[in-house]
């Protein structure tokens, strides 16, 4: 290997997986030697300004892990949500997140993004860490947090969709399941829309 290679290369083994351009910067990389790491194919760029080296373990979840690492302050949400919880069949075609209302509303062209605005008072109420890739968690609303909005949102997202999500997720609940879609639906004033499903499903 040549001093050049090796040198970019030890440089590599500081940074994490997956990583942004100012952290490749700390470790004395510079935009050419980022440039030279992709033609080498030693690193790939999954969004503007974030790359994932080549030896970093596969996923299927690169597009949310590039996301979320551009607007670190947002949570993935809504259709791509209720797919990692396995409660629609659909892959979604854009990576949704959202972010509290009022906060800056993320901008970012690669991968696709649906950005939507919640309320700064319910915006953390239900959320999780799903891991992307090994060791490399991303916030997502839970399953229940994730039912109750495709119901809240179903004019948007659709009325069949929020209605399946919801069955299946009632099909496979126990007790304390069903007490925690309760009691989100509580908090987001969504008990009356929720309510009536559950007694039909349940029946």
């Known amino acids: 290997m040549d001093p050049e290679a090796s040198r970019l290369e030890s440089r590599l083994t500081v940074l994490p997986p997956t990583f ?3 952290q490749s910067r700390l470790a ?3 935009s050419r030697d980022l440039a030279g790491l992709i033609s080498d ?4 760029e999954l ?3 974030v790359y994932r080296q080549a030896t970093a373990p596969e996923s299927a979840h690169l597009d949310l892990l590039a ?4 607007a670190p302050n947002a949570v993935v949400c809504g259709e791509s949500a209720l797919a990692l919880h396995e409660l629609i069949d659909d892959i979604p075609a854009a990576v949704h997140i959202a972010v509290p209302r009022g906060r800056h509303r993320p901008s970012i062209s690669y991968p696709p993004v649906v950005v939507a605005q919640y309320s700064s008072d319910t915006f953390r109420l239900g959320i999780e860490h799903f891991q992307a890739a090994p060791g490399e968690p991303v916030p997502v609303y839970s399953a229940a947090r994730s039912v109750v909005d495709a119901m ?5 997202i659709g009325e069949t969709l929020a209605l399946s999500a ?3 997720y009632l099909r496979r609940s126990d007790h ?9 639906a509580g908090k987001l004033g969504a008990l009356s829309l929720i309510r009536p499903v559950v007694e039909a499903v349940l029946a």
Request: glycine content about 12%; charged content about 25%; some cysteine.
């Open 176 to 184: 304390g399941k069903l007490n925690e879609l309760q009691h989100i």
């Open 67 to 70: 996301v979320c690492i551009r």
């Open 166 to 168: 919801l069955g299946r």
């Open 41 to 44: 194919g030693k690193i790939h």
């Open 20 to 22: 942004t351009t100012a």
């Open 28 to 30: 004395s990389l510079s």
């Open 152 to 156: 809240r949102h179903r004019a948007r």
């Open 47 to 49: 969004s503007r300004g």
